[in-house]
């Protein structure tokens, strides 16, 4: 069921949403060269605890990281572990951060040193291709006006969408409906409802959308092992637009 989130609700969820971007300026400084996973994933872990939250993803189903750490080919769901991150590569951190019992979500691809005009573009223009399905949000719209923006800009710049995987509803649980695609067709799905709190996450290809499950249970990579970028931020839809919840 598709809830409609109270002022009070709501109140949590910008609370929630401000610890987890936070924690992802916190952390921007520490990614570079030489720091593994893992190291990424204890600063995450203490710094929102410090903030008086706790981490959505530690345990959820499983998961045993409080952040996800996925490196060049890894689309999302990469386990922090003891691996280094080299200069060149392109890591998308992916976090939440529960306050009184509500979630706030959101993801993005950083660059690692320097590294090629390539992965240059296909962070540029998947960050902006979030922007383009985010503009589409306001009371009225429809689901598949958000995936119909993010689609049609990501085949205008040659990158392709994986659409196993999609964006969500956010409220008590980390996961709710409904299901946010980022590709559609202008005018279906859900209505847009103000007090819906929608997290909107483009996740595109430089090479196929086809992408595979390694063996950890976790891990979702691209088949042709070409990188894949990842932007989310967690929305309140509004009368006349949308409020970004997860600011930076």
Not at 164 to 182: A, K
Not at 206 to 219: F, K, Q, Y
Request: with cysteine.
């Amino acid at each position: 069921m598709i809830s409609i989130k109270s002022p009070r609700e709501i109140d949590f969820l910008r609370q929630a949403g401000e610890i987890t971007g936070k924690t992802h300026i916190y952390l921007q400084k520490f990614i570079k060269p030489g720091i593994s996973t893992e190291k990424l994933d204890a600063l995450a872990y203490a710094f929102i605890i410090s903030e008086g939250a706790t981490p959505s993803f530690l345990n959820y189903d499983g998961f045993p990281g409080s952040i996800c750490v996925s490196i060049n080919d890894e689309v999302v769901h990469g386990i922090p572990s003891s691996r280094i991150l080299k200069e060149g590569d392109i890591v998308s951190i992916d976090i939440g951060a529960c306050y009184h019992g509500y979630h706030g979500d959101s993801a993005w691809t950083y660059p690692v040193g320097k590294v090629s005009k390539e992965k240059e573009m296909l962070l540029y223009h998947t960050e902006k291709s979030l922007w383009e399905g985010l503009s589409q949000i306001k009371e009225g719209a429809y689901i598949g006006d958000i995936g119909n923006a993010v689609e049609s800009y990501a085949v205008e710049h040659g990158l392709s969408v994986v659409k196993e995987l999609v964006g969500h509803g956010v409220g008590s649980n980390i996961h709710e409906e409904p299901d946010v695609p980022n590709y559609g067709r202008k005018g279906m799905g859900i209505k847009l409802k103000k007090g819906m709190v929608i997290a909107v996450e483009p996740m595109l290809n430089l090479g196929t959308a086809d992408v595979c499950i390694l063996e950890d249970g976790w891990t979702i990579v691209t088949e042709d092992e070409r990188e894949s970028a990842h932007f989310e931020h967690t929305v309140l839809v509004t009368e006349n637009g949308y409020e970004v919840l997860t600011k930076r």
